[in-house]
Structure formats: structure tokens, C-alpha cells
Antibody, heavy 113, light 112 residues
């Protein structure tokens, strides 16, 4: 069974950084592209970006490219999202996804002082 | 960015009925490889989105044949027949032909 479990969310002050993790199991992690999508409270879905199997290709939505960094550790079957210079507009549920087919349950990030 | 326009925003339905959701893109979703990367998702209340249809008309694993997708170019449709209670929620279309990938704003399927 494909399982994706995000962690690392919580309350963070504006301007600070936060790193999310996504632990994968039930499939061969290093065979798949992985990505992140977020959803602000009561809003729709926003694609953040994706990373290929060996991390040689990483694509981002342009508005987040300078703030967010996607990485992965195939030995640990884990996907990461490093977020910096956080603002209130980054308050959202963050989902990791395997090739946008299987999604985790999401982790909440709240940016507030 | 490719703008994905979903209609309607809200869709009242009776159980057992049939509905259609439209998704139109601001440019063609035909990729240079010949495929069309238009997908449909359902987000049930309090849950993460789940893939229903990929590449216009292919049902994902475990998705009942009550769900069907069609369309081409810039105009796509999701049809749901014999609506059941577990079909209620918000439906999103997604294009992954052009960067950045973009979602429609969603269509809320609810009981009449």
C-alpha cells in the first residue's frame, strides 16, 4: 500500500523558515517523481513543484521558486520542502504526492506572530 | 500560466442522478509528446484530493465506471452517473502539460 506521511508543520512566525518532510512507504521511492501541493484554508489547490528520481530536475511554480526548495533522500525514502521567508500567505495545508497520483494526508502550516 | 476555468462552481444533485462538470483551459493541453495531461480529482470533506481520471479519460485504480472523462484541446468534461453519497465533495481539474501546473478552482457537488 502506498503511504505518504507529511510532518514538520506547525505555527511559525513571519519571516522564519520551516522544513517539511514526507515519509514514503509501500513503493520503490527512487522510481518516482515526487511533488508538493498546498491548499490555503477554504481555498483551492496550488501546485508548488516537483523533483525527479535522482534530483537532477526540479520544477517550481515561479512565484515560489525563490522561497521554497524541494529535495529528497532516496536512502531514507523521504521528500522535503524547505520554506523560507514565510508570510501569512503561506498558511496552508501542504500535501506531498507521488506523481500527483497518490497524496498524503497533509500537514498544516500556520504563519502568524 | 494556463488558466483553468471550471463550471459550475456549485452543482446540486439528487442521489442516483447524473451530472457533468466542465473544465476549459486558456490554451491547448496537447503536449509536444502527443499526450494531453488533464486530470480530475475529488476532495471529500476533511480529506486529501484523490485522483479519479488521468490524461482526460483514464480511470485511476479503483475508480468506479460511473466516472468518465472526455474532451480534447481546451475543453474537457467529467461525467458522474448514478451519483452516490460518497461522490459528494469538491472536484478539481488539473493540467500538467505546461509549467507551472495549474488547477481549476473547483466544483462543489452537493445534495439538492
Amino acid at each position: 500500500e502506498v503511504k505518504l506521511v507529511e510532518s514538520g508543520g506547525g505555527l511559525v512566525q513571519p519571516g522564519r523558515s520551516l522544513k517539511l518532510s514526507c515519509a514514503a512507504s509501500g513503493f520503490s521511492f527512487n522510481d518516482y517523481w515526487m511533488g508538493w501541493v498546498r491548499q490555503a484554508p477554504g481555498k483551492g489547490l496550488e501546485w508548488i513543484g516537483e523533483i525527479n528520481q535522482d534530483s537532477s530536475t526540479i520544477n517550481y511554480t515561479p512565484s515560489l521558486k525563490d522561497k521554497f526548495t524541494i529535495s529528497r533522500d532516496n536512502a531514507q525514502n523521504t521528500l522535503y520542502l524547505q520554506m523560507s521567508k514565510l508570510g501569512s500567505e503561506d498558511t496552508a495545508i501542504y500535501y506531498c504526492a507521488r506523481e500527483l497520483s497518490y497524496w498524503g494526508q497533509g500537514v498544516m502550516v500556520t504563519v502568524s506572530s | 500560466d494556463v488558466l483553468m476555468t471550471q463550471t459550475p462552481v456549485s452543482l446540486p444533485v439528487s442521489l442516483g442522478g447524473q451530472v457533468s462538470i466542465s473544465c476549459r483551459s486558456s490554451q491547448s493541453l496537447v503536449h509536444s509528446d502527443g499526450n494531453t495531461y488533464l486530470h480530475w480529482y475529488l476532495q471529500k470533506p476533511g480529506q486529501s484530493p484523490q485522483l479519479l481520471i488521468y490524461r482526460v479519460s483514464n480511470r485511476f485504480s479503483g475508480v468506479p465506471d460511473r466516472f468518465s472523462g472526455s474532451g480534447s484541446g481546451t475543453d474537457f468534461t467529467l461525467k458522474i452517473s448514478r451519483v452516490e453519497p460518497e461522490d459528494l465533495g469538491v472536484y478539481y481539474c488539473l493540467q500538467s502539460t505546461h509549467f507551472p501546473y495549474t488547477f481549476g478552482a473547483g466544483t462543489k457537488l452537493e445534495l439538492k
